[in-house]
């Protein structure tokens, strides 16, 4: 059961407080741990591969509704724009599927930290918090009482000199934040703008934006903060909440999220590389805002897509224009990837499996079965995977090799454990997932790992090379 699996996963970044304030462009590289990684929770970690598997796709299903969900509200919003009704377009962190990873996260002046989930598909970055006076607070009524739950995290605004609010009659919340749900409700022109996420469930997040300070490590030890970065204290969550997490880092496309204004400052762009987290090697994740240092050796190996922000915003679209198998490419209908005929694909960091629409998804079942056809077939319950196989002799160069065609020519080849995944011992399968049409493809985090993938908000590209993530 899903509800069990409390958190998932953390993402890290030492801080070394003693050291100075720096102003330029370091990269910050924060380490991401995957929600199953034995650094984290031990106890909530399902025990057996494929307990993680089911527990992983599990996720998948309701992200990919949420996904749906979230592109067809937009399409509504599009036709019928007096249509005020607002309606929360995330779900609570487990139901909801929210992201793999976890960040330390420190907010405020002095700083305060938090666990927060990093996921690529919400704008709003938000934390638990608690705001009474702010800067109009006196010594006597800053709250500086205990926080009401002991085991969690609550985001004292009171005691944070860096804690604007944003005036509900500016501009900025009757408009900039429309899309994140601000309210039209100002009885002064200086009350705070406040946000109400309806969830789908019923339960809902009230809560008041804000700007505020952020400080970030850097890849060289010294640390260095953002400023006026537009967050969500959330002053009442009802329905069951993160449990572990203090609120969400959001990394997906939007004017204010976190990653567009930490990009910003670091040369337009951000990355990430992750490792496969179904073997037990001992190595890190990382998000990396800004250039890494080793990029010149990189950039010979990085290939470029477009990006194509705005298109099924808040995700990362690009245009896949088709899939090959062994060098033959799939006779896939062109309306699958075509965002304007109800397909599309997005690169969600926050889904583990790949998804792919059924004209698109049968024919590579297909190709890939026929690969494996002399292995046992097996009947394993509860995972949506239809091709599941006896791995015994199984070895990588069996399967032709897939690669994902873009548009533009550029060509995504991920390696063979990334599609044909260990499931249990012994046991493999293909690791696609079929999704109704019209919908939209994901090549999720399993797709992507020991890939190093930067996203180029500046220039709309997605540049990715094979990497160890090292
Ligand atoms: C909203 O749009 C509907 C049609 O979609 C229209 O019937 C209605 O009058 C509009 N309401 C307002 C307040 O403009
Ligand atoms: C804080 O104290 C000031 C002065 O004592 C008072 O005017 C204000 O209403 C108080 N604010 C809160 C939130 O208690
Ligand atoms: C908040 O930050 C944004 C930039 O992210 C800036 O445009 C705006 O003026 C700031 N508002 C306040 C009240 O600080
Ligand atoms: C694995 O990580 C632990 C601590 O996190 C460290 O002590 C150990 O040296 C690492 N092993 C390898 C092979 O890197
Ligand atoms: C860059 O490469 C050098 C050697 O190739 C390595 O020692 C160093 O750790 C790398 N730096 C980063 C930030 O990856
Ligand atoms: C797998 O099991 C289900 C129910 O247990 C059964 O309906 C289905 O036919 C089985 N499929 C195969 C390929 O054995
Ligand atoms: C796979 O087949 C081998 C023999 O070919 C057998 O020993 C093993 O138990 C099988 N594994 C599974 C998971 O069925």
Known sequence: ????????????YTLQYQAPVVAFSDPARIELLHRHSPKLNGNARPKTQLERIKDLVHSDMTRQKMISHKRRKACESETSINNTAVEMPLRAGRDYGTGQYFV???VGTPPQKFT?????????????CRYRCGRNCNKENKTTQPQPQPHRRVFNADLSSSFKTLPCLSQMCKVDLMNLFSLARCPTPLNPCAYDYRYVDGSAALGIFANETVTLGLANHRKTKLKNVLIGCSSSFQG??????????????????????ASEKFGGKFSYCLVDHLSHKNVSNYLMFGASKNESLLSGKLRYTKLELGLLS??????????SIGGAMLKIPFTVWDVKSGGGTVVDSGTSLTFLT??????????????????????????????????????????PKLVFHFADGARFEPHTKSY????????????????????????GNIMQQNNLWE?????????????TCT
């Open 104 to 106: 330390q996260f420190k």
């Open 455 to 467: 996203f180029d908000l500046g220039k709309s590209k997605l540049g990715f090379a094979p990497s």
């Open 420 to 443: 044909v995944i260990d499931v249990a011992d012994g046991v493999k399968c293909l690791g696609f997932v079929s999704q109704s049409w019209p919908g939209i493809s994901s090549i």
């Open 358 to 399: 059924e004209a698109a998804y049968k024919p590579v079942m297909a190709a890939l079965e026929l690969s494996v056809s002399k292995f046992e077939r097996l009947n394993l319950s509860g995972l949506p995977m239809e091709y599941c196989f006896n791995s015994t002799g199984f070895e990588d160069w069996l399967v």
């Open 314 to 323: 808040p995700f990362y679209a690009v245009n896949v224009m088709g899939i």
């Open 116 to 128: 927060l989930i990093a996921d690529t598909s919400t704008e709003l970055t938000w934390v638990d």
């Open 240 to 261: 069951q909440s993160f449990a572990n997490a203090d609120g969400v880092v959001g990394l997906a496309y939007h004017k204010y999220s976190f990653a567009n204004k």
């Open 1 to 12: 059961m899903m509800k069990r699996v409390l958190l998932i996963m953390f993402l890290f």
